[in-house]
């Protein structure tokens, strides 16, 4: 009987499906074990051989833990809102509905035929209306809550007007101590009750954790959205790389800061990688130092500064406050525009308009730029009196802190290397330090020189008596600053989230749960307008009517009882940030809830959950911060998500090259080149065989971009075309992307899986080779060879030998090991020992040979499946009993010792393990061969190492 692969596999796959094999239950007597992949965005482009790998490494442990015993939900689904559909959908006009159905099909398919063990029954869609109605009830939940920093959690936002009715906002009347805006205004009991309902709405909006502001946001001119900071690279869009500006904006915007300490804390309770945990410390970043108030000098002659105004800054060394020699905004603070003399108006401008091309991130990275402008202004030092002058410069943020720093040039060596660019003055406070070449950063061992009352004490005695000093003039305090910053949740995109909002005189108000979900309507195009609007300002049934409580014509609004909605959707990781307790409920039972509370106290958050590590500060923790909320506010039970988190590494491409000549349309064989000039341009794998030669009419029929080469010379060497080499990341762009289809259909998606556990540790980088997956199919081959012969299954009742129980039980020892360890890549190695060693000893024993099929069943569930049902049981073996080790396998009762004459080994003797040295030493010189080697001579002694050596010496 043959190894057909592709029969076997469908077979399963069918039986699995039919069966419901992997259907998890929410109630159940076995302990229960939740195992999650970061869910897939469906891609026009399918899966290629890079992708599958955390879903393999999750699969094997999801499997293994049913085999122990667990009740395990494993299930999968689609984070279907996404750009490439919209953009797919500006380029053809098709719906990306229709785009996003296809491609999930394409998916399924291909995850399908990998034998993935999902439980499909509880998929999600996060573009399904039946989903995002759960979604935009989670932004309805957060808008109508706040933060209480002495309860040190999220409130129900009557509880604050009740505050608001009864004793004002002031902090000592009040009490209160809450999450909010910069610069609340002060109120009394009289104040609030008297004030119109739209200024009481415009004021709660300053502390309700999903609020209106008008924000600095990357904004993308040709995508026409709102971008993260994680979206953008190098200053231009991750999607298409395109110019990304600063740009203000009335947008959505999440009061993530509230949970700052939070999130630090939570992670000391995760078992998370250290470095996933350290990028979000560093996001997070937070800072012990103390706010500190500038007071602008007004000045007789420029009507900018004629009135008084105040810089806030935080620093974390108010010891160095007698250093500052200037003070830097950032571009885009907002008192620039209202200090700024006219004498320095136009270079101020065009400094702002250069900044607003270049992102945060990209700011923050560029150390080496120096650049800046003078705005003519200065402040006042608050213990000295003298004038400071007032700058901006790009490497200072107005999200971060408070937009403004004092800068100290003699302790900074970003504020220093500034200072020398323009000729700034550098004051020395720090006693002996030499401040000729660079800054003085560091905080030990030295003492505070130059600051008046500061003099002659150290750091931390320093830091403490300037916030006193600070504290008394009413210019300053300590503080705690986080650099973590309101997330903005608002993108000018069609395919998101509608928000459940709509506008009465320009304030927001939330549509009851009851009418949920405000789907998305139907628009002519899925760009802007040409005002400029979102795109969901095309609608024409776009408006809300508050007596009927549906969505109706645009026509209609009269802004009394109909009016119009909010036209920008939600951000692609609103959905991600809960889908975990979606899959927690089955499909039957997701009516009423986003989950039941019986679903949500069984499986309670995720035990182990696998994905890539670029989104350590996406959606990792937004997540946090969703669930954090929701467990605040009593509908979840649990403070964190993932138990657990395991970041794989990326399979990369080996993409190939060729090298057009400079000038000409000739393309020279690598090893041609020589000093020629040459461009290297990628061309697709598929024309490249193992030795790196091109398919050279293959290449120039490409239907995709043959006719690039159509008329191309190629200068062969050798008689062949060879190419040139690169491990990069697997990308379409890099047309080095392997189909997993491909493979399955060669080889099998058991090799597939079995290879690329095989190609190194789970978390490492590591490259394709599509040459070295024959390895790993035939040992599959040798393996359903140890089982069935020409005439079938060879496995009987035979008793097992003792090598045979040896090798069984070192392999069920190393594998759990591994699988515990996620050290999937040594077991496959294992199983191939394992067979090899088996094959050797001509094992037939169903006592040994069923148990190493539980064993493989993980990594291979489709052969396993089949020989496990050859052997005549019935069912399927997902849900075998694991093997158990026995450790007096192990146990050796004989040794073969080598008996060595003189150092060198002449003949091997096997002994019991437990004999005594005297008994062994009499043995070995009884022993025929020992006589015969000593040849009638008296040894001078002889050695013996228990377990080890004879060695006789003489």
Request: hydrophobic residues 35%; contains cysteine; aromatic residues 12%.
């Amino acid at each position: 009987m043959q190894y057909h692969f592709n029969d076997i596999e469908a077979k399963w796959q069918k039986y699995w499906a039919e069966n419901q094999t992997f259907k998890a239950s929410n109630s159940s007597d076995k302990p229960k074990y939740y195992v999650l992949d970061m869910f897939p965005y469906p891609s026009g482009a399918g899966l290629h051989v890079g992708h599958p790998l955390g879903y393999i490494a999750s699969d094997i442990y999801a499997r293994y833990k049913r085999h122990k015993g667990f009740n395990v939900l494993h299930p999968q689904g689609y984070d279907s809102f996404g750009l490439p559909a919209e953009q797919y959908a500006i380029q053809t006009g098709q719906h990306p509905a229709i785009t996003t159905e296809t491609n999930i099909k394409t998916y399924r398919r291909q995850l399908d035929q990998i034998g993935f063990s999902f439980d499909w029954s509880r998929e999600v869609r996060t573009s399904s209306p039946e989903y995002y109605k759960w979604t935009q009830w989670i932004f309805i939940q957060l808008f109508e809550s706040y933060y209480c920093f002495n309860d040190n959690k999220a409130k129900d936002i009557k509880e604050l007007i009740y505050v608001f009715k009864l004793n004002g906002n002031c902090p000592k009347e009040s009490g209160l101590n809450v999450a909010c805006d910069d610069n609340i205004e002060i109120f009394s009991a009289d104040d609030w009750n008297g004030f119109s309902s739209e200024k009481q709405q415009e004021i709660l909006l300053q502390y309700r954790l999903t609020y209106l502001a008008e924000t600095e946001v990357n904004w993308c001119p040709a995508l026409g959205t709102v971008l993260a900071n994680d979206e953008i690279i190098n200053g231009v869009s991750e999607r298409g790389g395109h110019l990304v500006m600063r740009k203000k904006m009335t947008q959505w915007s999440m009061r993530i800061s509230a949970y700052a300490e939070r999130l630090l804390q939570g992670l000391d309770t995760i078992d998370w990688t250290d470095s996933l945990k350290e990028s979000q410390r560093n996001w997070i970043g937070k800072s012990v130092g103390a706010s500190v108030t500038f007071n602008v000098i007004p000045s007789v002659s420029s009507s900018a500064v004629e009135t008084s105004h105040q810089i806030e800054v935080f620093t974390t060394r108010p010891d160095t406050i007698f250093g500052v020699s200037f003070m830097t905004l950032a571009p885009e603070h907002e008192l620039v525009s209202q200090i700024t003399t006219p004498e320095q108006k136009a270079e101020v401008e065009a400094y702002i308009l250069a900044t607003s091309k270049r992102s945060e991130r990209d700011r923050m990275a560029d150390v080496k730029t120096i650049s800046g402008a003078f705005t003519g202004a200065y402040a006042e030092h608050p213990f000295s009196k003298e004038p400071i002058p007032i700058w901006i410069g790009d490497y200072v943020l107005a999200g971060y802190g408070t937009g403004a720093v004092m800068s100290v040039p003699c302790g900074d060596q970003r504020d220093y290397d500034f200072a020398k660019h323009f000729d700034i003055e550098i004051l020395n406070i720090f006693e002996g330090a030499d401040i000729s070449q660079e800054a003085f950063t560091s905080k030990d061992n030295v003492k505070i020189a130059n600051s008046d009352f500061l003099n002659g004490m150290n750091y931390k005695k320093a830091s403490k008596r300037a916030i006193f000093e600070l504290e008394q003039l009413g210019q300053g305090e300590g503080k705690t600053n986080y650099r973590l910053r309101d997330a903005v949740f608002s993108r000018q995109r069609y395919w998101g989230e509608p928000f459940p909002v709509y506008y009465v005189n320009g304030m927001p108000q939330m549509i009851d749960k009851q009418h949920l979900p405000i789907t998305l309507p139907e628009v002519e195009k899925y760009l802007p307008t040409e005002t400029g609007e979102p795109p969901l300002g095309r609608a024409d049934i776009w408006a809300w009517d508050t007596t009927t409580n549906t969505v109706v014509s645009n026509d209609k609004i009269n802004n009394t009882t109909i009016h119009p909605l909010e036209l920008n959707t939600m951000p692609g990781w609103a959905g991600s940030s809960w889908y975990f307790f979606r899959y927690m409920e089955e499909k039957a039972n997701r009516g009423e809830d986003f989950a039941s509370k019986d679903a949500l106290n069984y499986w309670e958050n995720v035990d182990l959950y696998i994905g890539g590590s670029e989104h350590a500060t996406g959606h990792l923790l937004y997540s946090r911060f969703w669930v954090k909320f929701l467990k605040d506010r009593e509908f979840v039970g649990v403070d964190e998500p993932f138990k657990k988190l395991i970041n794989q590494g990326m399979i990369l491409g080996t993409s190939a090259f060729v090298y057009r000549e400079d000038g000409t349309n000739t393309y020279l064989s690598k090893g041609l080149i020589n000093d020629k000039k040459v461009a290297p341009i990628h061309v697709k794998v598929q024309y490249v065989n193992a030795s790196d030669e091109l398919d050279i009419e293959g290449l120039k029929n490409d239907g995709e971009f043959g006719e690039d080469f159509k008329d191309a010379e190629f200068i062969l060497e050798d008689g062949v075309y060879k190419v040139g080499r690169e491990v990069e990341k697997m990308s379409k762009s890099k047309y080095n992307v392997v189909n997993p289809d491909n493979i399955c259909e060669q080889y099998g998606a058991d090799s597939l899986r079995l290879y690329e556990m095989f190609l190194g540790p789970l978390e490492q980088a590591k490259p394709w080779n599509t040459a070295g997956i024959t390895g790993v199919h035939g040992f599959l081959k040798k393996l359903w060879k140890l089982y069935v012969g020409e005439n079938g299954v060879t496995v009987n009742d035979a008793e097992p030998t003792k090598d045979n129980l040896k090798t069984l039980h070192k392999t069920i020892k190393k594998v759990e090991e591994d699988i515990e360890n996620f050290s999937f890549n040594t077991s496959v190695s294992t199983f191939m020992i394992a067979v090899n060693e088996l094959t050797q000893q001509k094992c037939t024993s169903k006592e040994v040979l069923q148990p190493l099929l539980v064993l493989l069943s993980p990594y291979a569930p489709h052969i396993t499946e089949e020989l496990y049902s050859q052997l005549g049981n019935e069912g399927s073996i997902a849900t075998v009993a694991f093997p158990k080790f026995d450790a007096s396998h192990l146990v050796e009762s004989s040794k073969n010792y080598p008996i060595s004459f003189n150092g060198k080994m002449r003949f091997t003797l096997e002994l019991p393990m437990d004999m005594s040295k005297d008994d062994i030493e009499k043995t070995v010189m009884a022993h025929e061969k020992t006589i015969a080697q000593l040849d009638g001579r008296t040894p001078k002694k002889v050695i013996i190492v228990p377990g080890k050596i004879v060695n006789i010496v003489g």
